[in-house]
């Protein structure tokens, strides 16, 4: 191994590199500089900052500069907001000037500025620029308070766009969140308010504002949500629309019932502090509740079959134009009769209804155990089942013989006591059959009873029924109801059901049998027949009396008043079926409607009921065919006349469809039947003795008609469903159809004189029937 180098002796010994850190002198400490060098230092730096903003400013300003005259020159001109013309809806009114519907995309009634009251100002006002006044356009002061009370509450409720701010947003711009929108709405409202009056720039946004429901302005809203006008809203009404524009879907009473209770209440505190509210007022309104009404109670008259016919009607007038012109259709409804109309129909079908027993409940939907998840699912169930009018559906949270509890989901529960349970007891219990069983889970429909006080579990009707009435002079339509509920189902039956009319159409044989020389007094022999199948279309044919009795040979007087079928076929027999089908073509009906068979004694073809209608308004008005017509005026948003009805009138003999003597005697007999005869009830309830008309009903009681007429007015009431069934063993026009007719025409002629025919020439009395004066008749029919 060898040996270590040593250095010579001469070589300075290496020293390890620690030892040679230690040996090192300290080194001096730095030189600090002076105090003024470091000012200096300082200040040149803030220089150039300054040189920085300074130069950074310049050129924020010109951008600004530049980008406000790009922004300017490209700002659409304002001068259309004078000149603007909204899409009005086409709009269709009773004769007396109820709207009874509205076709559009929006919804619209545009009003003045003197048209809309204060209280609805000063609620739009507090709620969104309660500095209107005073700005222009652009509210500063606004928006710093509107900062300071959001940082302050933690919450969003103050806005900062003004109204003229949110006019330019809705008739320029888009929805877009963007500064460059923003930018373009703040110069869009300076503009604004330098071309129109602060008056002008109110009425615009009040009439534009889109609030929900297809309801375009406030006065258009009032009437969605409270089927009223601005001027009869109470300050919690007008401060809940108030606070729709911030967000109409968030706010919507009709979905978000609370939310739009609280924003109310919001924009009532803020009219109290702006001092459109004293405190008594503030306070009184908290504690008043909001009712909003229902889709069909929104206009003031229920008529939308009406308002559908008349849509239809103004369609093929006015093409793509009719839901924006502003088109408003005046119909010949008279309102008082629409609303008896609408009243019999729905009593009638609802009396009908609770006579055959409660069905049992609609459906059956699973629900949680607890109430976590409740409401939801009770909503969501609710959503596609409509109410109809104040049949409300519900879903049963709890159930037994004594009380039953539903859920409405947002909107609440409801408890149905032991007197609103009686329809539907023989449902309740363990005892029930389990298909129509109502326990949790069930959903049912509930009505107030008492005023609103309870509620009683019903049941929507399958049976449905129709009623309509017109002026017999020129058939002017003053009443139409096409069913029970048009949401549910819009088959109009007044005039597309095709129905077999039965005893109703009685009437056209006799009239018929009067030409070939039969009258009031002429003996036919009730008594059982059978009848040829060449004879009838078919088979044999073995009819009966309705209530299975022959009383031999009786006057057609007699046989018409207690609606024997024997003799009515016997009559047509003798006339001839081919003859008869040609004489009822007077009367508008189709022929091939109505085969040249026996049948169509007892109404085996098929009619509707305006048609029946037209037939009846023959014999009513001396003779004449009239054409029923709904509409009598169109008008344009000016109210410019742009089309009206030319009715045929009765008196014009060109429209004569049979002879004054034949519609004189065809109204004796119609008469008998209104004093003594099948419908002998309209004459002693209505107590008139101008009356006239024909129970109708069908083989095996599956149509109940009633068609007649008094005063000036001819009517016309069907009950049955939809796809032909017995409506029951016993049931009858004079049991069904009658009753709904009574109380439907009964306002009609509440105020009318009593119009009773005099005796046209060419007819003579003859042992107490009016007969044709050139003979006495044809033999009596004894076969």
């Not at 060898?2 to 230690?22: I, L, M, N, Q």
């Not at 009773?94 to 709207?99: H, S």
């Not at 003798?574 to 189709?590: K, N, P, S």
């Not at 009431?717 to 409506?727: E, I, Q, Y």
Request: glycine share 8%; aromatic share 8%; charged share 25%.
């Amino acid at each position: 191994m060898p040996s270590p180098r040593v250095p010579p002796s001469d070589e300075p010994v290496p020293v390890p590199r620690e030892a040679s850190v230690r040996a090192r002198p300290p080194a001096p400490p730095p030189r600090r500089p002076p105090p003024d060098t470091v000012l200096s230092h300082l200040m040149r730096w803030l220089g150039r900052l300054g040189a920085l903003l300074v130069v950074g400013g310049l050129c924020a300003a010109c951008c600004l500069m530049l980008a406000f005259i790009l922004a300017m020159d490209r700002l659409p001109t304002v001068n259309a907001l004078l000149d603007y013309q909204p899409k009005i809806p086409l709009r269709i009114y009773t004769a007396d000037g109820q709207l009874i519907g509205e076709f559009g995309e929006e919804r619209r009634t545009p009003l003045r500025a003197s048209e809309i009251p204060k209280l609805m100002r000063d609620a739009v006002l507090a709620a969104e620029d309660a500095r209107f006044f005073e700005h222009h356009g652009v509210d500063l002061l606004g928006i710093v308070r509107a900062a300071l009370v959001n940082v302050t509450s933690g919450g969003k409720e103050q806005g900062a766009s003004t109204i003229t701010m949110q006019l330019a947003r809705n008739f320029f711009l888009s929805t877009e969140k963007s500064y460059i929108r923003k930018i373009y709405e703040v110069l869009l409202a300076m503009r604004i308010e330098e071309t129109l009056s602060k008056t002008q720039i109110l009425e615009l946004y009040m009439n534009q504002i889109y609030l929900g429901q297809r309801a375009y302005g406030f006065a258009s809203a009032a009437r969605v949500y409270f089927g009223k006008s601005l001027q009869q809203l109470t300050p919690i009404e007008a401060a809940l629309l108030a606070g729709l524009p911030k967000a109409p879907s968030r706010f919507n009473p009709v979905v978000n019932p609370k939310r739009a209770a609280a924003r109310a209440h919001y924009v009532l505190g803020r009219m109290r502090a702006e001092g459109f509210l004293t405190e008594a007022q503030y306070r009184a309104s908290l504690n008043e509740g909001i009712r909003v009404v229902q889709a069909s109670a929104e206009y003031p008259v229920r008529a939308p079959y009406v308002a559908e016919m008349a849509r239809r009607m103004a369609v093929d007038l006015f093409r793509d134009d009719t839901y924006a012109l502003g088109l408003r259709v005046y119909t010949t409804i008279d309102s008082a009769q629409q609303r008896a109309a609408e009243a019999a129909v729905r009593k009638g079908i609802m009396d009908y209804d609770r006579k055959y027993g409660y069905r049992g409940p609609e459906s059956y939907i699973e629900l949680p155990a607890n109430d976590e998840g409740l409401e939801e699912a009770v909503d969501n169930a609710l959503d596609d089942r409509e109410d109809v009018d104040d049949m409300l559906a519900a879903v049963v949270l709890r159930a037994d013989s004594r009380q039953v509890t539903v859920s409405r989901g947002k909107q609440g529960n409801f408890v149905v006591g032991p007197e609103g349970l009686k329809f539907a007891a023989a449902s309740l219990g363990e005892r029930a059959p389990a298909a129509r069983r109502i326990r949790r889970g069930a959903v049912v429909r509930i009505m107030p009873m008492d005023e609103g006080k309870t509620w009683e579990i019903v049941q929507l009707p399958d049976v449905q029924a129709a009623y309509v009435s017109a002026q017999r002079d020129d058939g002017a339509i003053r009443a139409l109801v096409g069913g029970f509920d048009f949401g549910r189902n819009k088959f109009n039956r007044v005039t597309q059901a095709q129905r077999q009319p039965g005893s109703s159409f009685k009437p056209f044989i006799y009239s018929a049998a009067l030409e070939k020389g039969f009258h009031g007094g002429s003996i036919v022999n009730d008594a059982p027949v059978s009848i040829d199948p060449a004879l009838t279309g078919g088979q044999v044919w073995d009819p009966k009396n309705y209530d299975g009795k022959y009383d031999g040979p009786m006057p057609l007087r007699t046989a018409l008043a207690r609606s024997k079928n024997m003799v009515s076929i016997r009559l047509l027999q003798a006339v001839g079926t081919r003859y008869t089908q040609g004489w009822i073509q007077r009367f508008g009906f189709e022929p091939d409607k109505h085969p040249p068979y026996l049948t169509m004694a007892l109404g085996a073809g098929s009619v509707t009921p305006l048609q029946l209608l037209n037939g009846y308004a023959v014999f009513a008005n001396g003779g004449y065919r009239i054409d029923p017509y709904l509409i009598r005026t169109i008008t344009d948003r000016e109210g410019r006349l742009l089309a009206a009805a030319r009715p045929f009138r009765a008196g014009d003999e060109e429209i004569r469809a049979i002879s004054r003597r034949n519609a004189f005697i065809m109204d004796s007999l119609l008469h008998e039947v209104a004093v003594s005869g099948t419908a002998a009830k309209a004459t002693a309830t209505l107590k008139r003795n101008d009356l006239a008309g024909k129970t109708g009903t069908t083989n095996d009681a599956v149509d109940a008609w009633f068609a007649g007429y008094g005063a000036d007015v001819v009517a016309v009431a069907w009950v049955g469903f939809d796809t032909p069934r017995k409506l029951g063993e016993r049931e009858t026009g004079g049991g069904l159809a009658l009753p709904i007719w009574i109380s439907a025409i009964e306002s009609s002629l509440r105020n009318s004189p009593e119009r009773r025919p005099s005796a046209p020439d060419g007819v003579n009395l003859v042992n107490g029937d009016w007969v044709y004066a050139e003979g006495p008749g044809t033999p009596a029919v004894q076969q």
